[in-house]
């Protein structure tokens, strides 16, 4: 089980908080060894994480990532602007110039962030859309450089391609391979040139994502709901790359919008820290968020996002922090009531680990349940055409569908996500935290626990081989067990892990695609003790399976 750490929630230490320049430093000097499995370059759910100190997210990494991607689109035929934009952690700008000195030495017309200003992951995926929207030909796709809500010490690299998307195993397989293939040949086949002739190459342009965003978001958001009821919101950037975002958006559409905090460090010193005892810029996570948290009774319904804004926390007055799941099912009940022009039969996305509460949602709604494998991966190609109102996933990740049920994100949009709870507010008078009670008295009562613990990478290729065979019992915390998957109903995916599930509880156990941890999910619909009993037997099962081999 997790051990909470004695300064959960708390800010921390200065001596504890990361030492920038040496962190920089370490990108610039350290070398990776591909001889040693954490140290290749290995896209997880959502690209090649790692820490500089760690030899894991280094400058040849990124050097060799962004030649495999210069090679894979030759390969495919993919000749327009590529998008690119980072967050706020301190290796974010150095990797970001370190791609620009080989994207423009392979003649890749690169669109960087107008005045140097942070962008968003969903930024660059309305930016991809927008720009291929009526093209065949000449299509563009993008490079985010974020490691997401993980710590300050961490580094990101992901490609989205011409689908906006996050990149499919198929592309993210080919690029790894080719990656670490360019690191054991010493990089020699990269080209490179050197940042300032990056900087001034014919190829290299601006360009102003903030505004292309944020004046689209009226087609995706009813402005005029929350303008006109008056709800005083409040919202915290965390820090992250949305940070310049916020005061536009209250400007731009006259909503009663606060911005909490617009400062920005590479320490993220203002953070209370998460469970472990690390700064992790989280908005899911109550001891990541007790700023807002603390601020709850100033606003109506206030928010946050983390570090590269795909995802978001709610906060309200009637709850405080809401759960993700908590969240997502009220959002997609608003949703799917309020979206008149979205396709009739499009259907609702979700990951076998987001809460059964979306299940029996969907089916109240008659719509079409689509659970798939986590990753927001799966759900792009419904996102894109129509198919899919709605994509999210346990971690506080979703998008959904413009206004008229046209495309608007294919990655995971905490902006858009957060504004949501204002129009939900707006519109029905209610603030998510009541509309969960009441949607509860209807359908059921969850209870539900993620527990996370430390696995290194030879356990966690372990946990992913789980499989339905190892599962010998009938009963599952006192119930007929029902299903036992290690494939996902929606799309026969594998699930990197195993799901086993009752009438009235589930849990599923697998292995982070980005962290050194595994996670184990339960959820009941009867009680606190019967979500023990269905923790218990599941660690029982991750236990063996870690004993094992």
């Given at each position: 089980?997790?051990?909470?750490?004695?300064?959960?929630?708390?800010?921390?230490?200065?001596?504890?908080?990361?030492?920038?320049?040496r962190?920089?430093?370490?990108?610039?000097?350290?070398?990776?060894?591909?001889?040693?499995p954490?140290q290749?370059?290995?896209?997880?759910?959502?690209?090649?994480?790692?820490?500089?100190?760690?030899?894991?997210?280094?400058?040849?990494?990124?050097?060799?990532?962004?030649?495999?991607?210069?090679?894979y689109?030759?390969?495919?035929?993919?000749?327009?602007?590529?998008?690119?934009?980072?967050?706020?952690?301190?290796?974010?700008?150095?990797?970001?110039e370190?791609?620009?000195?080989?994207?423009?030495?392979?003649g890749?017309?690169?669109?960087?962030?107008?005045?140097?200003?942070?962008?968003?992951?969903?930024?660059?995926?309305?930016?991809?859309?927008s720009?291929n929207?009526?093209?065949a030909?000449?299509l563009?796709?993008?490079?985010?450089?974020?490691?997401?809500?993980n710590?300050?010490?961490?580094?990101?690299?992901k490609?989205?391609?011409?689908?906006?998307?996050?990149?499919?195993?198929d592309?993210t397989?080919w690029v790894?391979?080719r990656?670490?293939?360019?690191?054991?040949?010493?990089?020699?086949?990269?080209?490179?040139?050197?940042?300032a002739?990056?900087?001034?190459?014919?190829?290299?342009?601006?360009?102003?994502?903030?505004?292309?965003?944020?004046?689209d978001?009226?087609?995706v958001?009813?402005?005029?709901?929350?303008?006109?009821?008056?709800?005083h919101?409040?919202?915290?950037?965390?820090?992250?790359?949305?940070?310049?975002?916020?005061?536009?958006?209250?400007?731009?559409?006259?909503?009663?919008l606060?911005?909490?905090?617009?400062?920005?460090?590479?320490t993220?010193?203002?953070?209370?820290?998460?469970?472990?005892?690390?700064i992790?810029?989280?908005?899911?996570s109550?001891?990541?968020?007790?700023r807002?948290?603390?601020?709850?009774?100033?606003?109506?319904?206030?928010?946050?996002c983390?570090?590269?804004?795909?995802?978001?926390?709610?906060?309200?007055?009637?709850?405080?922090?809401?759960?993700?799941n908590?969240y997502?099912s009220?959002l997609?009940?608003?949703?799917?009531?309020?979206?008149?022009?979205?396709?009739?039969?499009?259907g609702?996305g979700?990951?076998?680990?987001?809460?059964?509460?979306?299940?029996r949602?969907?089916?109240?709604?008659?719509?079409?349940?689509?659970?798939?494998?986590?990753?927001?991966?799966w759900?792009?190609?419904?996102?894109?055409?129509?198919?899919?109102?709605?994509?999210?996933?346990?971690s506080?990740?979703?998008?959904?569908?413009?206004?008229?049920?046209?495309?608007w994100?294919?990655?995971k949009?905490?902006?858009?996500?957060a504004l949501?709870?204002?129009?939900?507010?707006?519109?029905?008078?209610k603030?998510?935290?009541?509309?969960?009670?009441?949607?509860?008295?209807?359908?059921?009562?969850?209870?539900?626990?993620?527990?996370?613990?430390?696995a290194?990478?030879e356990?966690k290729?372990r946990l992913?081989?789980?499989?339905?065979?190892?599962?010998?019992?009938?009963q599952?915390?006192g119930?007929?067990?029902?299903?036992?998957?290690?494939?996902?109903?929606?799309n026969?995916?594998?699930?990197?892990?195993?799901?086993?599930?009752?009438?009235?509880?589930?849990?599923?156990?697998?292995?982070?695609?980005?962290?050194?941890?595994?996670?184990?999910?339960?959820?009941?619909?009867?009680?606190?003790?019967?979500?023990?009993?269905?923790?218990?037997e599941?660690q029982?099962?991750?236990?063996?399976?870690?004993?094992?081999?």
């Open positions: 089980m997790s051990r909470l750490s004695p300064l959960a929630g708390q800010l921390v230490p200065e001596s504890q908080l990361v030492d920038v320049g962190l920089r430093d370490a990108y610039a000097d350290l070398r990776p060894d591909v001889g040693t954490s290749r370059v290995a896209f997880g759910t959502s690209g090649h994480r790692g820490s500089s100190f760690e030899r894991s997210f280094n400058e040849w990494h990124v050097l060799a990532i962004t030649q495999a991607i210069c090679e689109r030759a390969e495919k035929g993919i000749d327009g602007p590529l998008f690119i934009g980072i967050d706020t952690h301190a290796l974010s700008q150095p990797a970001l370190s791609a620009l000195e080989v994207l423009a030495a392979n890749v017309e690169t669109m960087l962030s107008k005045g140097g200003e942070y962008t968003p992951t969903p930024a660059i995926s309305h930016a991809i859309l720009y929207r009526g093209r030909h000449g563009a796709d993008g490079i985010v450089v974020t490691p997401s809500h710590p300050p010490d961490g580094g990101g690299f490609y989205n391609p011409p689908n906006g998307g996050p990149a499919d195993t592309i397989g790894q391979k990656a670490n293939a360019l690191i054991e040949g010493g990089l020699r086949e990269v080209r490179r040139m050197p940042l002739e990056a900087l001034r190459a014919s190829t290299t342009h601006e360009h102003d994502y903030l505004d292309a965003y944020v004046s978001l009226a087609n958001i009813d402005f005029d709901a929350i303008r006109g009821s008056g709800v919101l409040g919202v915290d950037p965390l820090g992250g790359s949305g940070v310049h975002y916020w005061a536009p958006i209250a400007e731009r559409y006259g909503i009663d606060t911005v909490v905090s617009d400062a920005v460090d590479h993220f010193r203002f953070m209370s820290v998460d469970w472990d005892g690390k992790r810029m989280d908005p899911s109550s001891h990541a968020m007790q807002l948290i603390g601020l709850k009774d100033h606003y109506d319904v206030a928010f946050a983390d570090t590269d804004h795909d995802r978001h926390g709610i906060v309200t007055r009637s709850t405080g922090l809401l759960l993700p908590h997502l009220v997609v009940d608003y949703l799917y009531r309020h979206r008149p022009h979205w396709r009739s039969d499009a609702v979700k990951t076998l680990v987001s809460t059964a509460l979306i299940d949602v969907a089916k109240r709604l008659g719509r079409r349940l689509y659970e798939v494998p986590v990753g927001f991966k759900f792009v190609d419904g996102l894109f055409d129509g198919s899919l109102g709605f994509g999210g996933e346990e506080a990740g979703a998008s959904f569908l413009r206004r008229d049920g046209g495309v994100s294919t990655d949009d905490g902006i858009a996500a949501m709870s204002a129009e939900i507010m707006a519109r029905t008078d603030d998510p935290g009541e509309l969960y009670r009441q949607m509860t008295s209807q359908l059921g009562q969850p209870v539900s626990e993620r527990v996370d613990a430390p290194n990478t356990q290729a992913s081989k789980l499989s339905p065979d190892q599962v010998k019992s009938t599952l915390a119930e007929k067990i029902e299903a036992v998957l290690d494939r996902a109903p929606g026969g995916a594998s699930i990197g892990g195993i799901k086993v599930a009752s009438a009235n509880g589930w849990f599923a156990a697998r292995p982070s695609g980005t962290e050194d941890i595994y996670k184990i999910y339960a959820e009941s619909f009867k009680d606190e003790a019967h979500l023990q009993r269905l923790l218990e599941a029982a099962m991750v236990d063996a399976a870690l004993k094992a081999g």
